[in-house]
């Protein structure tokens, strides 16, 4: 039953005084006998001291509170790893028993009192309200994210049991094991433990980057179970073509290795597939096969880091850029001598330069007249003067000896390159970083990767910008302090994934638009797996390498099979590119075209989607794993067959159903019916005055 409360800002004393204005008002007007009965006066005398009273209550602000409560009762979560090793090795009869034993266990659980939700590995999958209309098709097993999002979904819904429906088998993300989530994990066993005659290609080795002309290797590691001393044929195939075949005899021991040499005298991306012909009664074919997905380059990017003076940015920098094999770069430290390219370089990065005291200024000449793009890093020596007449997109007007203390924040807009999921939490966590105080102007087709936060405030204000434009393009960083984020992610993450990609992600666009070619369609990264959406950006150029906006761009989309789809979509300022969505494994090559200032450009890519099959690896359930969750959770390890225990056990454990208050505050003034009241009052007095003969 909700509670009504009426409460004011200021103390209930003054109650008093309204009362006292209101019966003196009323007395003074009604002191006289008049042409009423005194009972009718003494009603009138009282509806106006009423209405005088709540008038001046008014005065004191008042405002209710209702206070409502609400009984929340336990929450039982069936999360259900609908993997596709589920479906793949479970017995499909024995799985469609287990559901609807699972069904019947909800439904027993709802008419205790109890509520029961279901969570399953795809959030689509999740909406089924029925167990056997699940699909068990998911590619990969992360349990780890269906207990933790089961806790944090279902937390404030007195979350009292989780119900982990799994046969085990954990291939992506941290091992559940090691882990606390928010209610104690009752694991249900699904799958077969008992060993299978299996032959299982379990890992390929191979460098993901080769060079054009030379020789590299692929290493496929074969496991086997019941199958010693029989020979199998192992094939390396190329777009269903068969390029290198091998004969091996099984080992005793269960493990063998064997590798292929492979050349490819020009550079392009390569999809390879090694199989293992399959033997008479083996248990599944599915783990028979993996893919190989690597990229032949034709030679590394020369990359300058160059700064004006030794700086702890500097190593930061260095360390991030070397993470990328595809990256060659080379260090000078000032003072600098007459600058001499090494090698023709694809893009610099510049450390504070140009300098207040005009260290490095023949070298940004240099570089300037070859239209080496630039990465600009300011800090507090910078000249930025000198930096202003550079327009490399940004530009600092009143610039000031104070500074900024600002943390980064991941533009969500910029779409050139593409983040991972987890770049917006890690970046937020960055410490904050001087910036120069002054008044940063954003120059024209430039935008935004990183904007300023000050404190809690989150502003538009740029940290980190890119520029396409001519003669060469540019990106700027506004602080000199970035090794502090390295440093920073490093120590709470044991590694500086997040810092070290963006870092290489910006070199690389700078590096890779050096053609100066009118249009360039690009995927927002090399390789995608089979669960990710695909999408495609494009960038437009006029004559002086100026991006334009508003053309179509017509592409079309090539599959390894030959089949081919067309495309067509709008190159906006901000917009989306091209979205393609989830798409099927192999190397994909495109060919875009658009018509720019009365002619026809044309370019062309490719790009890798890739299947991990990791659902078919291992066709033994693991219930030490879920043995080891029920032990960590004072719990047991239950079967489809003890799934009344489960529910004994469920309902012994006595889960409290929460009492929860919710309260509601409103002014007074903002509610209708107090006027309505108001209204009511004033309206019988002057009634009863006009009945009775006078007003």
């Known amino acids: 039953m909700p509670s009504f409360q009426i409460h004011t800002v200021y103390s209930p004393w ?69 993997s596709q090793s589920v479906g793949l090795f479970t017995p499909k009869p024995q799985l469609d028993q287990s559901l609807k034993q699972l069904e019947e266990l909800a439904e027993n659980l709802r008419e205790k009192g109890l509520t029961v939700e279901i969570k399953a590995l795809q959030a689509q999958d999740s909406a089924e309200s029925r167990l056997t209309a699940l699909t068990f098709n998911a590619p ?3 349990l780890h994210q269906l207990l933790e999002t089961s806790t944090r979904d279902f937390t404030d819904q007195n979350l009292s049991a989780l119900v982990l429906v799994s046969d085990g088998i954990h291939n992506l993300g941290p091992t559940p094991t090691f882990q606390t989530y928010g209610a104690a994990v009752y694991p249900v066993a699904l799958g077969d433990t008992i060993p299978k005659r299996d032959i299982v ?89 993996r893919h190989a997905y690597l990229e032949v380059v034709k030679g590394k990017l020369n990359i300058l880091l160059a700064a004006a003076a030794p700086h702890p940015d500097i190593k930061a920098l260095r360390s991030a850029l070397l993470t990328n094999p595809l990256l060659n770069v080379e260090v000078v430290l000032g003072p600098f001598q007459s600058p001499r390219f090494s090698a023709p370089y694809d893009a610099a990065v510049l450390h504070q330069i140009p300098n207040a005291s005009g260290t490095g200024t023949d070298w940004l000449r240099r570089l300037r007249s070859a239209n080496v793009p630039t990465f600009y890093i300011l800090g507090s020596q910078t000249d930025f003067t000198a930096f202003n007449n550079l327009q490399a ?27 991972e ?129 508003g053309q179509t761009i017509a592409l079309t989309l090539t599959r390894e099979d030959g089949k081919q789809t067309q495309h067509r979509f709008r190159h906006e300022q901000g917009g989306e590119g091209l979205p393609l969505g989830s798409l099927p494994a192999g190397v994909y090559r495109y060919s875009a075209s658009t018509n720019a200032e009365g002619q026809t450009y044309t370019d062309n890519g490719e790009f ?77 007095e002057w009634a009863l005055r006009r009945f009775f003969g006078s007003l």
């Not at 005084?17 to 003074?28: D, H, Q, S, Y």
């Open 421 to 549: 999921p987890i770049a917006q939490p890690r970046i937020r966590t960055w410490p904050p970083v001087p910036v120069t105080f002054g008044e940063w102007t954003l120059g024209g087709a430039t935008e935004v990767i990183l904007h300023q936060q000050v404190g809690t405030v989150r502003t538009t204000k740029p940290l980190l910008v890119y520029k396409a434009s001519a003669p060469a393009p540019s990106a700027v960083l506004l602080t000199d302090g970035s090794w502090q984020w390295r440093l920073t992610e490093a120590a709470e993450h044991n590694n500086a994934q997040i810092y070290d990609e963006l870092m290489t992600h910006v070199v690389q666009l700078l590096a890779n638009r050096r053609n100066q070619k009118r249009l360039h369609v690009y995927p927002v990264k090399d390789e995608f797996s089979i669960t990710e959406a695909v999408a495609l950006q494009a960038d437009v150029f006029n004559a002086v390498q100026e991006e334009i906006f």
């Open 14 to 82: 003054y109650l008093l005084l309204c009362a006292a204005v209101g019966i003196a008002l009323a007395w003074f007007l009604y002191r006289k006998h008049g042409p009423w009965p005194t009972g009718l006066r003494w009603l009138l005398a009282t509806l106006r001291a009423l209405l005088v009273f709540l008038v001046c209550f008014l005065l004191l602000e008042p405002y209710t509170r209702i206070i409502k409560q609400e009984e929340v009762k336990p929450t039982v979560v069936l999360a259900v790893d609908n």
């Open 201 to 289: 290609v379990e890992e390929l080795q191979y460098n993901k980057i080769n060079y054009s002309g030379t020789t590299f290797p692929v290493i496929a590691k074969i496991s086997h179970n019941g199958f010693a001393g029989a020979p199998v044929t192992v094939s390396l195939n190329e777009g269903g073509k068969t390029i290198q075949r091998k004969t091996l005899t099984l080992l005793r021991s269960g493990n063998l290795e064997t590798t292929f040499q492979l050349s490819v005298p020009q550079p392009a991306k390569k999809h390879y597939e090694v199989t293992v012909q399959p033997l008479a009664q083996e248990f599944t074919r599915l783990n028979n096969q």
């Open 393 to 419: 997109g940004v530009v600092l007007r009143n610039p000031s000896s104070q500074y900024d203390e600002v943390q980064p924040l991941l533009n969500p807009s910029f779409r050139r390159f593409s983040s």
């Open 608 to 684: 890798v989607v890739q299947e991990q099959n990791l659902e078919a690896l291992q066709a033994t359930a693991d219930h030490e794993l879920l043995r080891q969750l029920a032990q960590r959770s004072e719990t047991s390890l239950y079967y489809p067959a003890q799934l009344d225990r489960l529910q004994q056990d469920l309902l012994k454990a006595d889960f409290k159903t929460l009492l929860r208050s919710n309260e509601e505050e409103k002014d007074l003034l903002e509610q209708p019916w107090f006027y309505l009241l108001l209204l009511g009052l004033a309206c019988s």
């Open 140 to 142: 990969a097993t992360n």
